[in-house]
């Protein structure tokens, strides 16, 4: 079974034009220049956004194209943003247990889940914080457990490291590569910082001006970019 992308999205000024797939268990990095089109695949791909022409798919099941379109709460997926979007009434908990309980797990189960997480990526201590009380680093580690719990088919990730501090982010690094490597599902990762594409990518696909300019890996795009 494997997710492919090709299609279009009309954004008036700038228009995505592109093909690309991903396999169950791969971690697909797209990268480029501001504007080229990562995030406007990434909102597409979460049904955010939807195509003007063509089709996503999973084998025989359509996300999105001419007579189908799945909204986001069914395709079973797990988002980091760039602004984070944490829900401000929630404890950094509940925003990590949300997905689960949205899923019907029980509220303990949910919520140990997401201890755990906050565990794993360090802020554990700030389980009862509100967002408005964080940094930017931990809000940030608070979107990533969130998209996690709930095991998602489809993990989209914006840039989901780059307000962390060198150290930060080379343990939130490891922990989410794990995390991946163990994964059977769908991941698309947006970023800038070549360490984090050569650590947690499978393949890259490389867009400028809404087009595809290569698709390898991040060791061949390294050694051979066009």
């Not at 490597?181 to 696909?205: E, P, Q, W």
């Amino acid at each position: 079974m494997t997710l492919t992308f090709a299609g279009t999205v009309d954004l008036g000024r700038f228009t995505l034009d592109a093909t690309f797939d991903c396999a169950p268990g791969e971690t697909i990095a797209l990268v480029g220049p501001n504007g080229s089109g990562k995030s406007t695949a990434l909102n597409t791909l979460a049904g955010l956004l939807k195509l003007d022409s063509g089709s996503i798919t999973v084998d025989d099941t359509t996300l999105d194209g001419r007579h189908e379109w799945l909204s986001p709460d069914r395709r079973h997926l797990g988002m980091v943003f760039q602004d984070m979007l944490l829900f401000p009434h929630l404890s950094a908990l509940d925003n990590v247990a949300y997905g689960p309980r949205r899923r019907g797990v029980p509220v303990a189960e949910a919520r140990a889940t997401a201890a755990d997480l906050l565990a794993t990526f360090g802020i554990a201590e700030l389980a009862n914080a509100k967002p408005r009380s964080l940094s930017g680093g931990q809000a940030q580690r608070v979107a990533l457990a969130r998209a996690l719990a709930c095991a998602p088919r489809l993990l989209l990730l914006d840039e989901p490291l780059s307000a962390l501090d060198a150290e930060t982010r080379l343990q939130v690094r490891c922990e989410l590569h794990r995390y991946l490597d163990k994964s059977g599902g769908y991941a698309f990762l947006v970023a800038h910082d070549v360490v984090d594409v050569l650590v947690l990518a499978d393949r890259v696909v490389v867009l400028e001006h809404g087009r595809v300019a290569q698709i390898s890996t991040p060791l061949e795009l390294e050694r051979h970019p066009r």
